[in-house]
């Protein structure tokens, strides 16, 4: 196992006052639960509402996979949004970026809830989705990144893992409350009621989210190692080109070292969703339920992640994290072909602690691949062009795996490659910020 001290890649800078790092850690927490709450939700009810909604005109299987891959739309702009958000955040500051991303991914998000359906307007429906899910995908891809490199570059150095799984349990939450919010709504309504205005509510609650968001997000402060760096005339006049010349075996690991989360975390909550309802024929609540007590462990397991990132190294927690992750989807699809209620949701506890403790360390982690003139660039470009990869076309995958093989196997030895990937990728992050001097 590889050297575990981190090679050193801050400016140094005044740490904020506990008061204000502490308004800071919600702050960028709540944008990553806002992140995930949009994401979730829409990727839920593309799984069990949407095909009926917006693509009324096909059968049940194809709609379903029209549906999927409006999903995946989303999953194409990230990239895009991480290199525009984050060559502005590295020329001009986190904290702005932060706000104009917000902004970006949950308007688009209410504006879904507002759009007629197939019924109404024919094929303009699908195309309007899909023109919103390209601008809420634009705005989640600069969120996670800035988030990540304005609590890190504002948090004591010995304590960035805990620190960073504050910013992580943003998924969990958002999680949580957009599975809590599917699953009461499926519990109260009719299938019809459902299909003709219950599908609406979650992503007009994404109003409320964003108004919460912008007011904790006003009142913080900016990164103090980008305040510092910016007095020193220091700050990248071309992050991209600058972290494509100089980084770009970093960008490439990051890839690889996030591409199996994002493909395990995505076939769980949206294939998976969409394999109970559609292949074991359960209820629609017992599968949102299932994907409920998975994030609540997660979000335990977020946190234990960050801890013993700090305690036992970043490099070996996320290891940790890649191996006992292997097992995942068998265990978890092997659970759902029984169509046992019961069984499924003791599998889901298990599940939510085995990916919750690599996510919980991978922002401290990614924090560390990169220096402080290209990282918001440089985290942004591997995380979102792994979730792309992993995330986006995963489920997609997924689908066509199953219809033509008849099984999950397919799809579960997929997921289990990547993360042999990210393993290896990982045990080589040391020596790759050793040979490109990542230092600022």
Known sequence: MPEEKPVSQTITATALPPRVLRKTAVATMVGNLIEFYDFNIYGTLSAIVFGRI????????????????TFAVGFLARPLGGIVFGHFGDRFGRKPMLVASLLTMGGATALMGLLPT????????????VALRFV????????WGGAVTLMLESAPERRRGIFGSVVQ???????????????????????????????RIPLLLSVA??????????????????????S?????????????????????????????????????????????????????????????????????ATFLGGYLSDRIGRIRTYVIGGLVLIPAPFLMFGAGATGSVALIYATMVLIGLITGTGYGAQASLFFELFPARVRYTGISLGFQ??????????????????????????ISLYIAVLCVVLVLCTLAAPSIIRKEGNRA
């Open 54 to 69: 917006f693509f009324a005109n096909l059968d049940p299987v194809t709609a379903t996979f029209m549906s999927l891959a």
């Open 232 to 300: 020193r005339s220091k700050v990248a006049r071309a992050p991209l080109a600058e972290t494509l010349r100089r980084h770009w075996r970093m960008v490439l690991l990051a890839i690889g070292m996030y591409i199996a989360i994002a493909a395990f975390g995505f076939t769980q909550g949206v294939f998976f969703t969409s394999y109970l309802v559609n292949t074991v024929q359960l209820p629609q609540s017992v599968a949102t339920t299932a994907n409920l007590i998975a994030a609540i462990f997660y979000l335990a």
């Open 136 to 143: 809420q995908g634009l705005g989640i891809g600069g969120e």
């Open 169 to 199: 349990s943003g998924a969990g939450l958002g999680i949580i409350l957009s599975t809590a919010t599917v699953t009461v709504l499926l519990t109260t309504l009719t299938p019809e009621q459902m299909d003709a205005w219950g599908w």
């Open 118 to 129: 197939f019924a109404a307007v024919g094929w303009l429906a699908p195309v309007l989705l």
């Open 209 to 230: 989210l964003v108004v919460v968001g912008l007011i904790v997000r006003s009142r913080i402060e900016e990164s103090p190692e980008f305040t510092a760096m910016q």
């Open 385 to 410: 062009i792994a979730a792309v990869i992993g995330g986006g076309l995963t489920p997609l995958l997924g689908a066509a795996l199953t219809q033509a093989t008849g099984s999950t196997v397919s």
